[in-house]
């Protein structure tokens, strides 16, 4: 949890997950981004909710962006073998 003020940025690289391809070759990614304050949380995988935290979270203005196509290419050596 963070808060971002208006006209601020946060990267967000540490949160996404690996892309997970077949092999070498081209391929056309994007990333798809939700807030919804509104959700109810039924885990809670990184312990207890803090109470203060998720009153922030309750007041956050909700959002739903989409990056850009992006291609990237994988190469042979890129590769892990399974």
């Not at 946060?10 to 509104?38: A, E, T």
């Not at 949380?41 to 922030?56: I, K, S, Y």
Request: glycine residues 8%.
């Amino acid at each position: 949890m963070f808060k971002l003020d208006p006209n601020m940025e946060r990267g967000l690289s540490n949160w996404i997950p690996p892309i997970v391809v077949d092999g070498p070759g081209k391929y056309v990614v994007l990333l798809h981004y939700v807030n919804n304050p509104h959700l109810r949380w039924t885990g809670e995988p990184l312990g207890t909710h803090d109470a203060a935290t998720m009153a922030l979270v309750t007041k956050s203005s909700p959002c739903d962006a989409v990056s850009g196509p992006m291609e990237i290419e994988v190469q042979a050596t890129d590769v892990k073998a399974k």
